[in-house]
């Protein structure tokens, strides 16, 4: 059976964007890059919520061609390339970078299905909503949080508002140069 794992970057405080929706603050690091692409490896395909989506679909797919393309940013564009990009959305009628499925409703039904089809593990990549909407319904199986040494004070807050508690087991813990801790934890339960 395939699993969900989710990776997102954090501020020290919680909070996944600044408040202009900046990302600037993540201290990302060549050391940081090979960390989260190990998930190259062992997935195949890419869940988003409509705007990480767009956004991503907005960026990657012209790496291809351009020449100046940095290596790690252009490993990335060829891993989404490949990767099925599973997209959660309400208001999107269709998507266009392929391979693609569009999903509208019924998520937990969806995810079911997916992970029991063949293939390698599925990548939720950021789309913090939709991720909340994963907790809620507890369809992840992997939690990696790189926590970034920047308290930022406002901004898009990540946790909260879940109906219920989360009980996490820590399976690993990276320290890197740029002072940013990644963990991972899986559910308690399982």
Do not use: C
């Amino acid at each position: 059976m395939r699993n969900v794992i989710f990776l997102l970057h954090l501020s020290l405080d919680g909070y996944v964007a600044g408040p202009n929706g900046e990302m600037d603050w993540i201290g990302y690091s060549d050391e940081m890059e090979r960390y989260s692409h190990e998930l190259h490896r062992s997935t195949d395909a890419a869940i988003y919520g409509r705007v990480t989506y767009q956004m991503m679909e907005s960026y990657f797919p012209a790496l291809l061609n351009d020449p100046a393309s940095q290596a790690g940013d252009l490993a990335h564009a060829r891993w989404l390339d490949a990767a099925t990009k599973i997209v959660f959305s309400r208001t999107l009628e269709s998507v266009q970078w392929q391979p693609s499925l569009l999903i509208h409703d019924h998520i937990a039904e969806e995810v079911a299905k997916l992970k029991q089809q063949p293939g390698k593990d599925i990548w939720l990549i950021g789309s913090p909503s939709l991720a909340h909407t994963f907790m809620e319904l507890d369809l992840i199986d992997e939690y990696r949080f790189t926590i970034n040494p920047m308290i930022l004070g406002s901004g898009k807050k990540f946790f909260g508002g879940l109906p219920h508690s989360l009980p996490l087991k820590l399976v690993d813990t990276t320290v890197f140069q740029n002072g940013v801790t990644a963990l991972r934890y899986v559910p308690a339960n399982r």
